[in-house]
């Protein structure tokens, strides 16, 4: 009988070290590298499996800040068996963390199993597309909303080459979209580009690229962003107005109800950042989009503040929250790689 128990414990105690043998190996790439086997996939091969969820960042920032994180973790999150690939210009090497780096999201968000952070090359993006001409020719330097506008177009191109679902970068996902070719719609007949999905090759979005570049106007905000999409809706659609919640269809597509996912309007964005009781269930929203662009980083996600940003954050991103809003409460190092 006590050789039959020392041999369990032996057993046991062989298991345990195993185990924290292999911790051990993956928390020491948890805020440092990649995991090897995805750092052999490029971005191509990941893409044209042609269900990807796609996010952009075409300045040359390489430091997610907390909602950006949020919103790739809660993406990974709730599409655990797609691939979430997030394109930064700043970035030129994929598979290692910035040199210097002094903010943990970017490796908060490599330590992720179905995360993809790749360099973005609108040179080669554009190649093959209707913006490929207008791209070679077009000065930067003298574009007022050249960040948004390059965006624009980058979206579409993306999309229209592999397919799948593009999401701005404040966007919060809560549960899966279930329709593949589909436009957002903000408000009654007028279409967002902040969330998108189509299938590989979409004439759609071709038809999109050439209106973009056939009515290029750099100087009225979103004029190749949202007013486009709209614009070619309409050219393809005739919309009529939504019955409570349902979505409407036209020809292939789904034009979804505003409240999947703008159930609070752009007027409203503070909303985001105000104590809620009770907070709404959000029954009808695929995903919460947080209107950035009106905040410019006026309101922020408040460690206890009970905001229903804060409980978001909390719900669907629970480890950005974690390291970039609520502080770690032990060291980071000990923890082993995210996957969801």
């Not at 290692?96 to 360099?119: K, M, Y």
Request: include cysteine; hydrophobic fraction near 35%.
């Amino acid at each position: 009988m006590l050789k039959e128990l020392q041999l369990s414990l032996s057993v046991g105690l062989l298991l345990a070290c195993g185990f924290l043998y292999q911790v051990t190996l993956r928390s020491s790439c948890l805020f440092s590298c990649l995991p090897s086997s995805k750092s052999q996939q490029g971005p191509d091969a990941l893409l044209s499996q042609g269900h990807s969820i796609v996010f952009l960042e075409t300045s040359e920032r390489r430091e997610p800040p907390p909602l950006v994180s949020c919103a790739v973790e809660s993406a990974a999150k709730t599409y655990p068996e797609q691939p979430v690939i997030f394109f930064m210009k700043g970035l030129n090497d994929s598979t290692q963390v910035p040199p210097n780096s002094s903010n943990p999201g970017f490796s908060l968000l490599s330590a992720i199993d179905n995360v993809f952070l790749f360099p973005l090359d609108l040179n080669r993006l554009f190649e093959d597309t209707p913006l490929f001409s207008w791209y070679t020719r077009i000065n930067s330097n003298a574009e007022r909303y050249w960040l948004h506008v390059s965006s624009d177009a980058s979206r579409l191109a993306i999309i229209w080459k592999y397919g799948g679902i593009y999401m701005d970068t404040d966007v919060i996902s809560i549960r899966p979209i279930p329709d593949e070719n589909f436009l957002a719609a903000q408000s009654s007949k007028v279409s967002s580009n902040g969330v998108f999905g189509f299938s590989p090759h979409h004439p759609f979005l071709w038809a999109c690229m050439e209106n973009f570049v056939e009515h290029y106007n750099s100087g009225i905000w979103g004029n190749q962003g949202p007013r486009l999409i709209t614009r070619m809706l309409k050219l393809w659609c005739k919309l009529r107005d939504f019955k409570e919640v349902s979505d409407l269809k036209c020809q292939n597509m789904s034009f979804l109800h505003p409240h999947r996912f703008y159930p609070i309007s752009y007027s409203q964005w503070k909303s985001y950042y105000e104590v809620w009781d009770p907070e709404p269930s959000f029954n009808n929203s695929y995903a919460l989009h947080l209107w950035n662009h009106m905040n410019q980083g006026k309101r922020t996600v408040v460690k206890g503040s009970n905001t229903l940003a804060e409980n978001l954050f909390r719900k669907y991103c629970p480890t950005t929250y974690r390291y970039l809003v609520q502080g770690p409460q032990r060291s980071v190092t000990r923890e082993p790689t995210l996957g969801y």
